[in-house]
């Protein structure tokens, strides 16, 4: 194990006897719905970070005008949300109003003592918004990190080798039918570039398309990285998720990558909702003291549900079912 901060107020529910699965859900799932906010129709995919004690997270809420924008929101458990009722609101760096955050799919990365919110932001065509802020209240814009058209932007929570890393999937305008994981670096933030391959699409669960989830986990044995995987059957897409690790120094090179997928739609709030069969994982906590992991994740499009891992155990069956 190699984690991150302590974190003892983690949301934590020992894996079910009659369980033997890596990954297991909260039985009281999912612990988000359209209810956390007035006007909502969904809310789903969305990242929380630990802050000074507390659980602070980024929403993805869809409103019931169906324009998608993020909404802050915070929780003393990492279960009982409270979220604005309000759109979050950005700045440009002189200060200045820079809009709503509109768009979708956020993930939150602290870097030293920044808090970078990456989310699906739209610029002729679905690209990469960046914002940061040092207090969890006021959000900077920076430049959008790519050309349209990209999705599933994940920074690294620590710069390598003296550059920001960036996981992205090079996307389309619509539902996307394809897509790889790539790594991008950049000195500042806004300047992205050295772009490297990570790993594609392949067979089974994950044959469509695949992107980066969570912001990575370091660990002894690489960065643990949790990504969707969507295979295409005769009714839609399937959205499952899956596991990687990637080597610490070059990022783009991949340890091992897990045949079978760690969390699948199952339940009926990850089978049933506005998009059917999805787990979309958007954030993983781990506490450093124990290595265990609260993990985010966005079911069917709707709601926002929890499930949990030990890190070491999530580490071992990946290396013991390597590709
Ligand atoms: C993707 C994004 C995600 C969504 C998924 C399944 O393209 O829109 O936000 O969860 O499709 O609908």
Not at 260 to 278: A, F, I, K, S
Request: with cysteine; hydrophobic share 35%.
């Amino acid at each position: 194990m190699n984690a991150s901060i302590p974190i003892p107020n983690l949301p934590w529910q020992d894996r079910p006897s009659s369980s033997r699965d890596i990954v297991w859900r909260y039985s009281d799932n999912p612990i988000v719905t359209k209810a956390n906010i007035p006007y909502a129709n969904t809310i789903f995919n969305s990242a929380v970070v630990y802050r000074n004690g507390h659980f602070e997270g980024v929403f993805r809420c869809d409103d019931r005008e169906m324009q998608q924008k993020l909404y802050l929101g915070s929780s003393e458990n990492g279960i009982d949300w409270t979220l604005s009722d309000q759109p979050l609101t950005l700045y440009n760096t002189d200060g200045t109003p820079a809009g709503q955050a509109c768009g979708y799919d956020p993930r939150v990365c602290l870097i030293d003592g920044r808090y970078i919110v990456t989310w699906c932001a739209q610029y002729h065509g679905p690209t990469i918004g960046v914002a940061w802020s040092e207090d969890f209240r006021t959000f900077y814009r920076l430049e959008n990190a790519f050309l349209p058209f990209n999705r599933n932007g994940v920074l690294f929570p620590r710069k390598i080798n003296g550059k920001y890393c960036m996981l992205s999937r090079p996307s389309d305008n619509g539902h996307t039918p394809f897509g790889d994981i790539f790594l991008s670096q950049s000195p500042d933030l806004e300047h992205w570039g050295c772009h490297r391959y990570v790993m594609g699409a392949c067979g089974g669960w994950s044959w469509t398309k695949i992107g980066a989830g969570p912001i990575p986990i370091e660990t002894n044995e690489g960065w643990l990285l949790f990504y969707h995987g969507v295979a295409t059957s005769c009714s839609g897409m399937i959205y499952s998720m899956g596991g990687a690790l990637l080597d610490l120094e070059k990022p783009w090179q991949v340890r091992a990558r897990c045949k079978p997928y760690l969390l699948h739609p199952e339940e009926g709030y990850e089978r049933v909702g506005d998009v059917p069969n999805v787990v979309f994982p958007c954030a993983a906590l781990c506490d450093g003291n124990t290595g265990r992991l609260a993990i985010y994740y966005g079911a069917a499009d709707t709601v926002v549900a929890l499930a949990f891992a030990h890190l070491d155990e999530v580490v071992d069956y990946i290396l013991q079912h390597a590709e």
